[in-house]
């Protein structure tokens, strides 16, 4: 089982990006799908979580700016960013508690991190 993260970028103050996580391999289900993101010098802290059944949990410092969805018939957790501010520089990370087809357990996994510049 992996995650694969995609989506970061160089942007402006105010502007958008769209991040993109998707799971593979020996999956049986998805728990709980979430971004975290680490800025330089900073610890990792929790951006946005989203359940199984959908309902979702922000950070205070995002809320009204971000949302988080998923599709569950592919595997897949999306970040939408809007009104990016420089603070949110850092590099997003996606996790999910996954149940492996095979033996049933659940196990969390992170994506490799995907680098999200605000910068004018």
């Known amino acids: 089982v992996q995650l694969q993260a995609s989506g970061g970028g160089l942007v402006q103050p105010g502007g958008s990006l769209r991040l993109s996580c998707a799971a593979s391999?020996?999956?049986?289900?998805?728990?709980?799908m979430g971004w975290y993101r680490q800025a330089p010098g900073k610890q990792r802290e929790l951006v946005a979580l989203i359940t199984s059944g959908g309902s979702t949990n922000y950070a205070d410092s995002v809320k009204g700016r971000f949302t988080i969805s998923r599709d569950n018939v592919n595997n897949t957790v999306y970040l939408q960013m809007n009104s990016l501010k420089p603070e949110d520089t850092a590099v997003y990370y996606c996790?999910?508690?996954?149940?492996?087809?095979?033996?049933?357990?659940?196990?969390?996994?992170w994506g490799q991190g995907t680098l999200v510049t605000v910068s004018s």
């Open positions: 391999g020996s999956i049986f289900s998805i728990n709980n």
């Open positions: 996790n999910a508690y996954i149940v492996g087809r095979y033996q049933r357990l659940r196990e969390n996994y």
